[in-house]
């Protein structure tokens, strides 16, 4: 069994930044890949990013070139550094990782872009 750990959401202006984080209680390596979701009120939970275990990331079109995925194996711990943000980044974000066919998720961390 694992946990994810969800934190870094807040209240930022438009063009600022953020860096959430996702901290798992097991090595990072159990996981093929690790993922960053989205989801608002009015919208379907969307795929944000995700990072293999050989580190490789993949990005939603929306958010190519604003976001990066990293990971800290020393750490257990993913990170989803957010730049250039805009008020329809404005969701909860999630992560989520897989392991042995189960699916494992964070409790959410909310971001809101406003002026």
């Given amino acids: 069994q694992a946990q994810l750990v969800d934190s870094g959401g807040g209240l930022v ?3 600022g930044s953020l860096r959430l984080s996702c901290a798992a209680s ?7 890949e690790i993922c960053w979701y989205r989801q608002t009120t009015v919208k379907q939970r969307e795929w944000v990013a995700t990072i293999t275990s050989d580190s490789r990331a993949h990005y939603a079109d929306s958010v190519k070139g604003r976001f990066t995925i990293a990971r800290d194996t020393a750490k257990n711990t993913v990170y989803l550094q ?6 329809e980044d404005t969701a909860a974000y999630f992560c989520n990782a897989v392991m042995f066919g189960v699916e494992y998720w964070g409790q959410g961390t909310q971001v809101t872009v406003s002026s």
């Fill in 13 to 15: 202006q438009p063009g």
């Fill in 26 to 32: 097991r090595n990072i390596s159990s996981f093929y």
């Fill in 82 to 87: 957010m730049n250039s943000l805009k008020p």
